[in-house]
């Protein structure tokens, strides 16, 4: 039964891989606003909080990566990024208008390898090859210690559990 998420109440299919907490965060290689390559998932040395949203410029993802942003200072011992569709040249602009800093900015893009890994791939519907709204914390063991998949795209994440989770790990 293939897993699903809703958008404005619809259910919608998603692809890939899924992927739940003490299984092996798979890594990933994807390009920064700068079109630097970063590496993802697997074990690091640090905690990670990886931060999926369908694109930067809508609303509510703005929103998740502003608050985040504000929060990932916050963290030591951690690295914070957020994965987008979309293209680096635009998440820079995010960035510069929005005065994002302290996270990373990513893009899947190219070959969709982190939507299609973490099974957050949109499959159907109008967002179909967008990513659904989700979140992973990543232990310094390489190991996912926490996930929420939003179950409504348009809805926000739960900042607290995240972030609760994030500094859990990065205290391991």
Known sequence: MPVTTKLKGNDVALYGNQVNVG???????????????????GAQGVAQLIIAVPSLDTPVCATETRKFNEEAAKVENAVVCVVSMDLPF?????????GVENLQVLSDYREKCFSTSYGTLIAEGPLRGLSARAIFVVGKDGKISYKELVPEITQEPNYEAALNALKEAASK
């Open 23 to 41: 299984d092996e965060a798979p890594v990933v290689v994807l390009p920064n606003t700068a079109l630097e390559e970063v590496k993802i998932g």
């Open 90 to 98: 635009a998440s820079k602009r995010f960035c510069s208008t929005e």
